[in-house]
DNA sequence: CACTTACGTAAGTGATTGCTAACATCTGAT
DNA sequence: ATCAGATGTTAGCAATCACTTACGTAAGTG
């Protein structure tokens, strides 16, 4: 109805993947070892078809690799999705932090010691 | 409702809220510098209701910062938020699965692994 | 072939989301 | 106090989501 999106958004659908929190479960789950899909349903409360979907939209987004073996169908979390995302991410604020430490001195310059710029390193974590 | 520097938010509320197209536009748009949120509403096609609820949730994410300057209320991107919210990503998802995508290709080959991978198995499995 | 196992798919439902329009609140100036 | 500007808030609606139940599909076994 409005405008239109413009980006095909598969960074948007990793997110929004992601925010859901039995997916995150099943990415966790199957991230190291793979995984029947009957095996993965029956570590949750919900159904597996409910499983099933979400596996389809991790899937679908890149983020989950699938393998068929006789009748099973085994997943596996993607390590080139889940790097694609933190890309994203990382792209879409390169250095905030940084940046907004830079413009914090800047304006802090009234009062405190005016020798050069101090380090700040008791700020979060700033790795990554 | 007392609004200040508490990330109580959870990673969950945090990728929602990203999630969402217009309001990762919204961060990107404050990242650098405050904006009011009208000014922010101006350069969007919905309204400006819509772009206060989304401000709303960016703020109460801890993703975004408020200040009040006369009838006016400027917003700025809070990169505490944004690197809580890269933390929990590379928490979520450690550097096994980089490990991992190296092993896999070191054995797309032949070779078997150095290290036992197999010791989950549950139903049996041609281990071919 | 029938029968079972393993899984995806279709249809339907309650809850949530993002939006708009109208109303309320707060601030500064007349 | 009254007005105007800027913003948050509420009510209501269409779309989407996650879930369940029921059915369909594919592979293995007798």
Redesign the interface.
Known sequence: M??E?G?K?TA?EM??A??E?NR?AI??LV???EM?AG?IAARFAVTRPAISQHLTVLRETGLLSERR?GTRRLYR?R??G??E??AF??S??PD??E??KA?AEAVSQAAPAPTALKERAS??????
Chains 1, 2 share one sequence.
């Open positions: 409005g405008l999106d980006a958004a948007e997110l929004r992601i925010a929190p995150r990415l966790q991230a190291t070892e029947a095996e073996v979390a390590p080139e889940l790097a995302l933190r991410l990382a879409m604020w905030t932090l940046r907004f413009h700020t979060e974590n700033g790795g990554d």
